[in-house]
């Protein structure tokens, strides 16, 4: 007959515990555990709160600094207004110069033109202009610039037919023509001629213009 092995080999061990002590054992190591799991829940919200507070405490300090940067901008700026002021001053008186002397003339160069015409033997005796408007188109040939009167004596009767053509066709005029012929007021024995001129705006100076544009 065949023996039957034994399972356990040793001594055998009997738990001699009751049944009610095993049972408080295994209550008290759960209460340890949820006593752990309460403490480390705690420690977990406090380093929670601990860290909001500091990065509002850290937000606050760079809301600080912001809030003073603007004070500093603002307090710059101001400091500013008066050269923003003076700037915008001068940027409207400059306008109103541009403005004022959009119709400036160069006077000499008028002048020399009626005069480049002129018999050798006449002379200018008086000039009586008026200058237009301020220039509008891009084509300053186009408009009326200057219009008026001039006169000059001559010691001999000029044939008058002749000069104002070579007036009409001097650069820059846009009409000519002859007003009245007279004794001269102002040599004894000479004649006085009187001429309608009109200029166009090439006669115009543009210095201001100029500036205006260059800036």
């Given at each position: 007959?065949?023996?039957?092995?034994?399972?356990?080999?040793?001594?055998?061990?009997?738990?001699?515990?009751?049944?009610?002590?095993?049972?408080?054992?295994?209550?008290?190591?759960?209460?340890?555990?949820?006593?752990?799991?309460?403490?480390?829940?705690?420690?977990?919200?406090?380093?929670?709160?601990?860290?909001?507070?500091?990065?509002?405490?850290?937000?606050?300090?760079?809301?600080?600094?912001?809030?003073?940067?603007?004070?500093?901008?603002?307090?710059?700026?101001?400091?500013?207004?008066?050269?923003?002021?003076?700037?915008?001053?001068?940027?409207?008186?400059?306008?109103f110069r541009t403005d004022a002397m959009a119709t400036d003339l160069a006077w000499s160069p008028v002048i020399a033109k009626i005069s480049g015409i002129l018999p050798a033997a006449t002379t200018i005796t008086g000039v009586d202009f008026t200058v237009g408007g301020a220039p509008r188109g891009e084509d300053p040939t186009a408009e009326q610039g200057v219009v008026g009167t001039v006169t000059f004596d001559s010691p001999t009767p000029i044939d008058i037919v002749p000069l104002i053509r070579a007036l009409r066709g001097v650069d820059g005029v846009l009409y000519a023509d002859g007003q009245s012929v007279t004794s001269s007021q102002v040599s004894v024995g000479q004649y006085s001629y009187l001429l309608n001129v009109e200029f166009d705006q090439s006669v115009y100076s543009n210095q201001y213009a100029a500036e205006e544009g260059g800036e």
């Open positions: 007959m065949t023996a039957i092995p034994v399972p356990f080999s040793g001594a055998p061990r009997v738990n001699l515990m009751p049944r009610s002590e095993i049972a408080r054992r295994e209550r008290d190591s759960l209460v340890r555990l949820w006593v752990w799991i309460v403490l480390g829940a705690i420690i977990v919200a406090v380093l929670i709160i601990a860290g909001a507070f500091a990065f509002k405490f850290f937000a606050d300090q760079r809301l600080v600094a912001e809030q003073a940067r603007t004070n500093a901008l603002l307090t710059d700026i101001a400091s500013l207004s008066e050269v923003s002021q003076a700037l915008a001053t001068e940027s409207e008186l400059t306008d």
